[in-house]
């Protein structure tokens, strides 16, 4: 079974630019969540997704966003960047309501220059 | 106040020996779980072990337990027998609310840099 995957891994932009990630989860996930990671603030919740719905929200300002596809399939976009959001952004999956466990993905980083 | 505290930035151990990582949390829901991922070099959050707050035992997976003190609110992980693909940054995490629920948000600590020496 393949696992969580993310694309670009790997993305460089310049201030001011807008960027869309994109996660794949596992086959048959239905809950994808989103989770920023750098140096000064480590590991921080973005948002979750299940069956198309929001249904938590980090305390990131509004120029987070992100949305989910029918298939599960997710993307977070973010408008304006700025130097602070050089960071690995990570996805994870999990298979259903009942589930506790978080499969992630190798996650993409991103620098802003 | 911090939901999730690793005190120890860094720790070594020997190959073979066993390392215990501390973790202490707070929150004031009776319903939570407390997760332990393993993050190598290249970036991938690796699930280890989870704990329940109901659960009555300890939980262990192969070389992996948590010793989980619900009145001291901890839960540190122990790994016994370390070898050295065990080098990595651990993170302890915490989901609050019922297993079942909408919620999967987790609240991570800031982790251990873990360093297993021959």
Same mark, same amino acid.
């Given at each position: 079974?393949?696992g969580v995957?993310?694309?670009p891994?790997?993305l460089?932009?310049?201030r001011?630019?807008?960027?869309?990630?994109s996660?794949s989860?596992?086959?048959?996930?239905r809950?994808?969540?989103?989770y920023q990671?750098?140096?000064g603030?480590?590991?921080?919740f973005?948002f979750e997704?299940?069956?198309?719905?929001q249904?938590?929200?980090?305390? @990131? /300002?509004?120029?987070?966003s992100?949305?989910q596809?029918?298939?599960?399939?997710s993307?977070?976009?973010?408008?304006t960047?700025e130097l602070g959001?050089?960071?690995?952004?990570?996805?994870?999956s999990s298979?259903?309501?009942?589930s506790? #466990? *978080?499969y @992630?993905g190798?996650?993409?980083?991103?620098t802003?220059? | 106040?911090?939901?999730?505290t690793?005190?120890q930035?860094?720790m &070594?151990?020997?190959e073979k020996e066993?390392?215990?990582?501390?973790c202490?949390y707070?929150?004031?829901?009776?319903s939570?779980?407390? &997760?332990?991922?393993?993050?190598p070099? =290249?970036?991938?959050?690796i &699930?280890l072990?989870? *704990?329940?707050? $109901?659960?009555?035992?300890?939980?262990? #997976?192969?070389r992996y337990s948590?010793?989980?003190?619900? %009145?001291?609110? =901890?839960?540190n992980l122990?790994i016994?027998?370390s070898q050295l693909?065990d080098? %990595?940054? $651990? &993170?302890?995490?915490?989901r609050e609310? /019922?297993?079942?629920?909408?919620n999967y948000?987790?609240?991570f600590g800031?982790g251990?840099l873990l360093t297993?020496?021959?």
């Amino acid at each position: 079974k393949a696992g969580v995957t993310q694309t670009p891994r790997y993305l460089i932009k310049t201030r001011g630019q807008q960027v869309t990630l994109s996660c794949s989860p596992i086959s048959g996930h239905r809950s994808v969540s989103w989770y920023q990671q750098t140096p000064g603030q480590g590991l921080q919740f973005l948002f979750e997704y299940f069956s198309e719905t929001q249904r938590n929200k980090g305390n @990131f /300002p509004g120029r987070f966003s992100g949305r989910q596809f029918s298939n599960s399939r997710s993307e977070m976009n973010v408008s304006t960047l700025e130097l602070g959001d050089s960071a690995l952004y990570l996805c994870a999956s999990s298979l259903l309501d009942d589930s506790y #466990e *978080q499969y @992630f993905g190798p996650g993409t980083r991103l620098t802003v220059t | 106040a911090q939901k999730i505290t690793q005190t120890q930035p860094g720790m &070594f151990v020997q190959e073979k020996e066993a390392v215990t990582l501390d973790c202490t949390y707070d929150t004031s829901d009776p319903s939570y779980g407390l &997760f332990w991922y393993k993050q190598p070099s =290249s970036g991938e959050m690796i &699930f280890l072990i989870y *704990q329940g707050s $109901y659960d009555q035992q300890n939980a262990t #997976e192969g070389r992996y337990s948590l010793n989980f003190q619900k %009145a001291r609110k =901890s839960a540190n992980l122990v790994i016994s027998a370390s070898q050295l693909g065990d080098s %990595a940054m $651990y &993170f302890c995490a915490m989901r609050e609310g /019922p297993s079942g629920g909408s919620n999967y948000k987790l609240t991570f600590g800031k982790g251990t840099l873990l360093t297993v020496n021959p």
